[in-house]
């Protein structure tokens, strides 16, 4: 069974471990620590590359089985709320046509989905206005985030994958409902507050301390940066970067600036003269030194 889009659709009732009934359209994994009990049935089903039992109980209170549900939002709607926040201008606004544009899905069910979002209080919505997550969306986009980042941290620095190797385990793992999992991570990365490609990790509640570098394209001849961060990464870029020598922490003095193409010669390590294109120059975050 595959669970990519697709709410379990459990018994008619169940109760959590604090005695709430749970109602069927509540889609939610089930974890079982230890229990004598037998369930009805369990399946083993692929979720984005990782294992989970799903267990359909009986309708008893969890307790019964020692076991905690944790009810949570399909895939495609994380999905949603986390372009919804990468989008979001200064006002905190996305258009609808551009989240359609983005995520590669037809304005109607845009629409759809923003107004199944309304409901659950995730997204302010009115027609042919403006989108805005609300307080309780941008929380819960930015722990979506937060699973992401972390992830992509981990694997840069405890199993030795390149940062250009990352990306798409970690939007597997982003969906993975496990809080003592990614706070695990985070204590044995020793709390780190950005991932492999320089963009902050947010806390706990979701927060994000936003970090504001220049671009290396707005420069000027004669300035001496430290590479910060890399913005609209591809696996392509990022292996390009890694041919050049460019890395995170690198310091780069600026020699000369085109001005008819706004490509520069740059210099760092033991490379006098190295040329950059604006396309690549405009994609890399830095500090003035």
């Known amino acids: 069974m595959s669970s990519r889009n697709e709410a379990l659709r459990p018994s008619p009732r169940f109760m959590s471990s604090q005695n709430e009934i749970l109602q069927p359209q509540h889609r939610f994994n089930v974890f079982t620590k230890r229990s004598t009990a037998t369930p009805h049935w369990f399946m083993s089903s692929r979720n984005e590359g990782l294992r989970y039992k799903f267990l ?61 979002l309304a409901d659950k209080k995730l997204v302010h919505y009115e027609s042919y206005k403006p989108l805005r997550l609300t307080e309780k969306g941008k929380k819960e986009a930015g722990l ?108 780069i003095k600026i020699k000369t600036i085109e001005k008819f193409d706004g490509s520069m010669v740059v210099a760092y390590n033991k490379k006098p003269a190295e040329s950059l294109s604006n396309t690549v120059s405009e994609r890399l975050l830095v500090e003035k030194l």
Not at 97 to 102: D, F, G, V
């Open 56 to 116: 359909k109980l009986p309708c008893f209170p969890a307790s019964y089985y020692n076991t905690y549900f944790c009810i949570m939002h399909s895939y495609t709607e994380e999905n949603y709320l986390k372009a919804l926040f990468n989008l979001a201008n200064d006002k905190g606004e996305v258009s609808p046509n551009e989240l359609s544009k983005q995520l590669a899905i037809k304005m109607p069910t845009v629409n759809s989905m923003m107004k199944k």
């Open 144 to 251: 979506i985030i937060r699973k992401h980042r972390l992830t992509e941290m981990f694997l840069v620095q405890k199993m030795d994958f390149g940062w250009e190797q990352v990306h798409e385990i970690a939007e597997q793992m982003e969906h993975l409902h496990s809080p003592q999992l990614f706070e695990k991570m985070d204590e044995m990365l020793g709390y780190p507050t950005i991932d492999p490609h320089g963009s902050p990790i947010p806390d706990k509640t979701g927060k994000i301390d936003w970090i504001h570098y220049e671009k290396l394209s707005d420069c000027k001849a004669g300035d001496t940066v430290k590479l910060a961060a890399v913005i609209h990464t591809t696996d392509e870029f990022l292996k390009f970067l890694n041919s050049r020598d460019l890395y995170l922490g690198l310091k």
